[in-house]
């Protein structure tokens, strides 16, 4: 059976860029735009303020554009200062590059599950969708998502019980699957603790790498 975690945001990233009045390079997004219309040319910007000293920057969204040619759907979320908008264009590698900066997700997101009880199988399939880009570990994922710790998940690749299609060293930041095997009393070598005596089956403690 396929089980599937989600990682998920739970609040807008910090922008990485350096500040100009006190050399703090974090920022979090205000929420706001700031709109300027000069005859049929308009240009928008997102404010970001400095998480040190409050200093605001402006973040270009749009550039001496037509008024013509922007959406009227987006003229009007700039107006509202809509919340989903600033997580979009925060998320828009166009935007990001436009203004040369990065993104830090850290304690900005969480992993959803769904419970623990998938983790009882021994052999456990798991498909990880990303509800937005957000660069993770997959080592530190399957790690939360199973209560081990990223030694023994390293461990369980290199003995070839933690598989998948994708390279799971690094950072991904698009949905991949995984099957894990784990490591049973029956796979051990006597002297593990968690074997059981020769012959036996049942229920018993797994082996933990």
Request: net charge positive.
């Amino acid at each position: 059976m396929l089980n599937t975690w989600v990682v998920t945001p739970t609040c807008l990233p910090l922008v990485l860029r350096r500040c100009h009045a006190c050399a703090s390079e974090r920022f979090r997004a205000s929420g706001k735009f700031r709109v300027n219309a000069n005859h049929k040319l308009i240009d928008a910007w997102l404010l970001v303020l400095c998480t040190a000293c409050g200093e605001t920057a402006k973040l270009t969204v749009l550039e001496r554009m037509n008024v013509r040619s922007v959406r009227p759907e987006l003229l009007d979320r700039l107006h509202d200062n809509d919340l989903g908008l600033t997580a979009e264009l925060l998320q828009d590698p166009v935007v990001r590059r436009r203004n040369r900066i990065a993104l830090d997700w850290d304690d900005a997101w969480r992993l959803d599950t769904g419970g623990s009880d998938h983790l009882d199988r021994e052999v456990i399939d798991v498909s990880v969708r990303f509800a937005a880009r957000i660069p993770v570990r997959p080592v530190r994922l399957i790690a939360e998502g199973c209560g081990l710790s990223r030694a023994e998940v390293e461990r369980l690749i290199t003995d070839g019980r933690l598989v998948s299609a994708v390279r799971l060293s690094g950072k991904l930041s698009g949905d991949f699957t995984f099957t894990l095997k784990r490591v049973t009393g029956d796979d051990c070598s006597p002297s593990c603790p968690g074997a059981r005596p020769a012959g036996e089956r049942g229920s018993g403690p797994d082996c933990r790498p």
